[in-house]
């Protein structure tokens, strides 16, 4: 088994824990949450890429990232306005 795909795989109990965060919490925490959740998504991501050798899926990963950014504004700007 690769490094890659151990790494990738340490990292699925805290991404249950930040998705479980997103269901549960305060607003707060819960804006907190989904930053952290697309965060370590995309290290997952590229953990995986590495691990199965399959260059083509880095481009989910970038994708990933950089959208993390806007739709983290985008929810608080939703919580603004709406609750």
Do not use: H, K, N
């Amino acid at each position: 088994m690769s490094p890659w795909i151990v790494f990738s795989l340490t990292l699925l109990p805290p991404l249950g824990v930040v998705i479980y965060l997103c269901a549960r919490g305060t607003i707060a925490r819960r804006l907190a949450a989904v930053q952290l959740a697309g965060s370590i998504g995309w290290l997952a991501i590229v953990a995986m890429t590495f691990g199965f050798g399959q260059a083509s899926s880095i481009d989910l990963a970038l994708t990933l990232g950089l959208l993390t950014l806007p739709a983290s504004l985008l929810f608080a700007a939703f919580l603004e306005r709406w609750l």
